[in-house]
């Protein structure tokens, strides 16, 4: 399909400080067919590329503006450095639809605007009672999903959490300056800590978005595409950011020897305006996740052609007339058209103007193969880069020097900036 769709981001103002306002960025992109590579590697791909940024905030516009597509940067021109963008996902269970289309799939979209790394969260995958006989192949999964989804390594990097240290020297370092109290209210630690009957719930579990913030920080990046379960961590991770800045940056960093200014970058989230929560398709209330106990309320990206068939057929559906978006007391109709919307690439304009006639029986056959084109390539090229387990560890390998150069100076900063002995 040749049509132009809109992936629209929201975030907050990258103003310092606790005031926030919301802002949209349209990403116009067209799905197109990708050309053979010159290896070969990605023949039977078909996925989105992003032709052009429209941004819609003149803030943004101008930070667009200043970030060289380096391709077509004229050879003596000052280097400005590009946007980083960072993100990653936990080798826990099976990665769904939900992890795809809230942050796999933009990651891909904003590969060849900005410098990107992808990260498989392993360290985070322990927070919770785990099954270390699957750790190991989950990791490894997951990094060759990330390919398979069409994350390119000639642009971004791939590699372990735990293959860089520094994300746990920073967490550590971070941690003093984080109070218990922030960590206490985070939504997500007090549902999960609820299931693990309280008090016995790992410190490592309230800890965790410490070490999110770790991983964000450590990069300077300034965006992080992520899905809406996420947003609060990230505001943590900001403020965080905010408050090592202003107990150690600045004066009191120069005279310590370094450059002053702010040791850290304040990073924004990009939460894509449809597809940010996809919801479970047993029930549209609650969202899709790898820990719920039935696999039929989510569609796994490596499901088989049938069995997506038999969830979609059985999915949870409403006996209203006709298909809509928005009405709350259809939240499973906005969920799946909403689905079908990003998968098939069309508009919700679109959707609308083809769906809202149709019977739940009309509907469900077009959505399956419509999920089903969309990852059948995705599973092709999983199975290809799976077979050959060499190339995944030099891919991960490299991934892990390239952001250790990187990670390393931000711990230096801010061992100097904290008065360490280095
Ligand atoms: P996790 O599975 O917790 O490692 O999540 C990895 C990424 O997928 C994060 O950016 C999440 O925000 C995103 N994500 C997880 N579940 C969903 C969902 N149901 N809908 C949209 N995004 C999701
Ligand atoms: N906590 C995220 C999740 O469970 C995964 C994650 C860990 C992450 N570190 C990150 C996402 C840094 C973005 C950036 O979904």
Not at 11 to 24: D, I, K, V, Y
Not at 55 to 72: A, C, D, E, M, N
Not at 184 to 196: D, I, V
Not at 278 to 299: C, E, H, Y
Request: one cysteine or more; a positive charge; charged letters at 25%.
């Amino acid at each position: 399909m040749d049509s132009e769709t809109a992936i629209r981001f929201e975030h907050f103002g990258s103003g310092e400080g606790r005031h926030r306002h919301g802002l949209t960025l349209s990403l116009s992109r067209v799905i197109r067919k990708r050309e053979k590579l010159k290896n070969g590697a990605r023949d039977s791909l078909s996925l989105p590329h992003p032709l052009f940024l429209q941004v819609l905030s003149s803030r943004l516009q101008h930070q667009i503006s200043q970030t060289p597509k380096p391709s077509f940067s004229p050879p003596n021109q000052t280097k400005i450095p590009m946007k980083r963008v960072v993100s990653g996902v936990q080798p826990t269970g099976s990665i769904h639809l939900g992890n795809y289309l809230g942050a796999i799939k933009n990651w891909v979209a904003l590969q060849d605007t900005y410098e990107t790394l992808f990260f498989i969260v392993d360290l985070h995958a322990i927070t919770l009672p785990y099954d270390p006989q699957e750790l190991r192949k989950a990791t490894r999964d997951t990094a060759a999903l990330y390919l398979a989804c069409g994350v390119d390594i000639s642009k971004a990097s791939v590699f372990v959490q735990s293959h860089v240290r520094a994300h746990v020297d920073l967490m550590w370092l971070l941690s003093s300056s984080t109070p218990i109290g922030w960590l206490q209210k985070m939504t997500q630690f007090k549902e999960k800590s609820r299931k693990e009957g309280g008090e016995n719930a790992s410190v490592s579990l309230l800890t965790y978005p410490v070490l999110m913030a770790a991983d964000i920080l450590l990069y300077k990046s300034d965006f992080v595409p992520v899905g809406e379960d996420q947003k609060q961590h990230l505001e943590l991770a900001r403020d965080l950011a905010q408050r090592v800045n202003n107990l150690y940056g600045g004066r009191k960093w120069k005279k310590l020897g370094g450059r002053g200014g702010s040791i850290f970058k304040i990073p924004e989230p990009l939460i894509p305006q449809v597809g940010a929560r996809v919801m479970s398709l047993t029930d549209g209330r609650s969202k899709m996740s790898k820990s719920a106990p039935s696999d039929q309320s989510r569609i796994n990206l490596l499901d088989s052609k049938d069995l997506i068939a038999d969830k979609i057929k059985r999915c949870k559906t409403d006996s209203f007339v006709g298909l809509e978006y928005d009405n709350a007391e259809r939240p499973e109709c906005n969920n799946l058209l909403s689905v079908y919307q990003i998968v098939s690439g069309k508009t919700k304009d679109e959707v609308m103007e083809e769906c809202k006639d149709m019977s739940w029986g009309t509907f469900k056959p077009l959505l399956t193969d419509a999920v089903v084109e969309h990852l059948s390539p995705i599973q092709v090229r999983y199975q290809e880069i799976t077979a050959e387990s060499a190339y995944l560890d030099k891919v991960l390998t490299e991934g892990a020097d390239k952001a250790t150069e990187i990670a390393e100076v931000t711990i230096r900063n801010l061992k100097q900036a904290m008065g360490f002995y280095i």
